[in-house]
């Protein structure tokens, strides 16, 4: 079966990082894009980033552009999101979901449980 597990979140005040991970299964992993997905209280799931699978092509919010940063290790099946220059507006439940094609088409079809960021002021 398909699974996606978060990893990495936790409380950090602004300006601080945090790097994410999200560790894959029952797919062949690199024939996939992967995105991350956050939630915050009272708001809408907003998509923050996506990566492709075979080429690498990457794509981000603007309001994430710059701070943060999206990266895969095929061989240990797993997407990363790095995460800089935190503001308080990033605290959100943090999601990555598998796409149904090697590039990021936003068609998403399995979603690990989440990982909660916190950022303080």
């Known amino acids: 079966e398909v699974q996606l597990v978060e990893s990495g979140g936790g409380l950090v005040q602004a300006g601080g990082s945090l790097r994410l991970s999200c560790v894959a299964s029952?797919?062949?992993?690199?024939?996939?894009?992967i995105g991350w997905f956050r939630q915050a209280p009272g708001k809408e799931r907003e998509g923050v980033s996506c990566?492709?699978?075979?080429?690498?092509?990457?794509y981000y919010a603007d309001s994430v552009k710059g701070r943060f940063t999206i990266s895969r290790d095929n061989a240990k099946n797993t997407v990363y999101l790095q995460m800089n220059s935190l503001k308080p507006e990033d605290t959100a439940v943090y999601y990555c979901?598998?796409?149904?094609?090697?590039?990021?088409?936003?068609?998403?079809?399995?979603w690990g449980q989440g990982t909660q960021v916190t950022v303080s002021s």
């Open positions: 979901a598998k796409d149904k094609y090697y590039y990021c088409s936003t068609s998403w079809d399995y």
């Open positions: 990566i492709s699978s075979s080429i690498g092509s990457t």
């Open positions: 029952g797919f062949t992993f690199d024939d996939y894009a």
